[in-house]
């Protein structure tokens, strides 16, 4: 890890988890994930809403799910292929890559279909699902894993933009370190039981303190364990 640091030294993740819950808030209306089961709640419908979300904001992916249902009424694999690409595509314009993500939802769709519709996403085992998620084109590890964790509750950790810099930061992980190590480092550090609620916090934790260009450090609830400001050469240099 740089510099030989790492939070785990001072505090363990248990610590880490009541101190976020206490200290951030979360509001489902601030997640796309949230926004769809509350919304629809069905297995279909998170998996879209996960899709909407890739490489864009939380604002963007939910005014993208929000334009989906106006289409379609309610989000499900048999409603997708009702209607051609090109006008699922301008309905979800507001999450960006739309033409890919129009495409990766109907794919997704048909191959759940011919799968044996939605309740594959509930009674495949957790293994195989993350492979037949992964084989959709336009599913990747985030993707298939955020659903794993929050639908299935499954033993993994979905990484974003968000929870990998703040592994870095927290040094679990060394700065070259990928999707996958991060994704260990974290699922050990908060324990299988905390992950799904955890990863949301990372990402609250990430846009009010953790961001990537001046991070507020002096106003962390973490400011007492975490070993980024010491690195980064003291809290000032750090944006604290």
Not at 4 to 26: M, P, W
Not at 107 to 114: F, H, K, P, Q
Not at 117 to 140: N, Q, T
Request: proline share 5%.
């Amino acid at each position: 890890m740089a510099g030989g640091a790492s939070i785990s030294e001072r505090v363990d993740g248990k610590t880490v988890f009541r101190i976020l819950s206490r200290s951030l808030r979360v509001d489902w209306r601030d997640y796309v994930v949230l926004v769809a089961d509350r919304l629809d709640g069905n297995p279909f419908a998170v998996l879209a809403a996960i899709i909407l979300s890739q490489n864009t904001s939380s604002r963007s992916s939910i005014r993208a799910y929000h334009s989906l249902r106006m289409l379609l009424g309610r989000v499900t694999p048999e409603a997708v292929l009702s209607v051609p690409e090109e006008k699922l595509g301008e309905a979800i314009r507001a999450a960006g890559l739309w033409r890919q993500k129009a495409r990766a939802l109907r794919e997704a769709a048909r191959r759940i279909l011919e799968a044996g519709g939605e309740r594959v996403l509930m009674e495949m085992p957790p293994e195989k699902l993350r492979e037949f998620l992964l084989s959709i084109p336009g599913v990747g590890k985030k993707t298939a894993d955020v659903f794993l964790s929050f639908k299935r509750r499954a033993p993994v950790f979905a990484v974003d933009t968000h929870a990998l810099r703040i592994a870095k930061r927290w040094g679990l992980v060394g700065e070259k370190a990928g999707y996958d190590e991060a994704s260990r480092a974290l699922l050990e550090f908060f324990g299988p039981e905390r992950s799904e609620e955890a990863h949301r916090l990372l990402i609250a934790l990430g846009r009010q303190y953790c961001r990537a260009r001046g991070p507020r450090c002096s106003e962390c609830p973490l400011r007492g364990y975490c070993p980024y400001p010491r690195r980064a050469g003291g809290e000032a240099r750090a944006g604290g």
